[in-house]
């Protein structure tokens, strides 16, 4: 009883987040398709699929898309639980559509942003211009956005943590190697934070004062 119990839940969880794991499952599909490749091949697959400059240069509304459909480094399971802890939070609270939204912004605009970045490192000759074929595939860009959307679903004082917290983990990267995916994830973070908008209207913020409360009975 416990058991069925237990995945009534899960199933209710889940079909409250559908386009959460639609996209987990579609990275699924494609990790394991990873794993079945030869290393050059799988290098040269992804690059073509990178929002590189190259390809951004190329055919940006292909890359932006199939960019996001696949995992550099071949890990799911940690995915799984983010996007279980982060993307199907925000979905169930935002609504698909407006989740939908946050993400694809972060995904799309930090790529674009940072990729812009690099492009002017190398044309000052900070960046070498081989940098114009860069891997960079993924979806932690609109993880991140979802992750700084999320600041507000949480209630104060506990926001002000929260944000302290993440603005630490994507900005000490940043500081410390100054990579350009390290910028683009922080800008991820502020794209998430400048969703507000998005976020008025959606209920009460979670409170982890009355949820600890709850759980003591």
Not at 56 to 78: E, H, K, Q, Y
Not at 96 to 102: E, M, N
Not at 195 to 217: D, F, I, M, Q
Request: proline content about 4%; hydrophobic content about 50%.
């Amino acid at each position: 009883m416990r058991i069925d119990g237990a995945l009534h839940r899960a199933g209710s969880y889940m079909r409250r987040a559908p386009g959460t794991y639609v996209w987990l499952a579609i990275l699924f599909v494609t990790t394991v398709a990873l794993h079945h490749m030869s290393p050059d091949f799988e290098a040269d697959f992804l690059r073509q699929r990178s929002t590189n400059i190259h390809e951004l240069s190329n055919d940006p509304a292909r890359v932006l898309f199939t960019s996001a459909m696949w995992i550099d480094g071949g890990l799911w399971l940690p995915y799984a639980v983010l996007f279980t802890v982060f993307h199907a939070q925000a979905e169930r609270w935002l609504g698909t559509l407006r989740w939908l939204a946050v993400a694809v912004a972060a995904h799309v605009l930090a790529t674009l942003i940072s990729e812009g970045a690099l492009l002017g490192a190398i044309k000052r000759g900070a960046a070498p211009h081989s940098a114009v074929e860069t891997l960079d595939i993924g979806v932690s860009y609109a993880l991140a956005g979802v992750i700084g959307v999320l600041t507000y679903r949480v209630a104060s004082p506990w926001r002000y943590l929260y944000l302290a917290v993440i603005l630490v983990v994507y900005g000490m990267p940043l500081l410390t190697g100054r990579a350009f995916t390290d910028f683009g994830h922080f800008i991820s973070i502020l794209i998430g934070l400048c969703c507000y908008p998005l976020v008025r209207g959606r209920g009460k913020a979670w409170n982890p004062k009355e949820t600890l409360a709850a759980l003591r009975g």
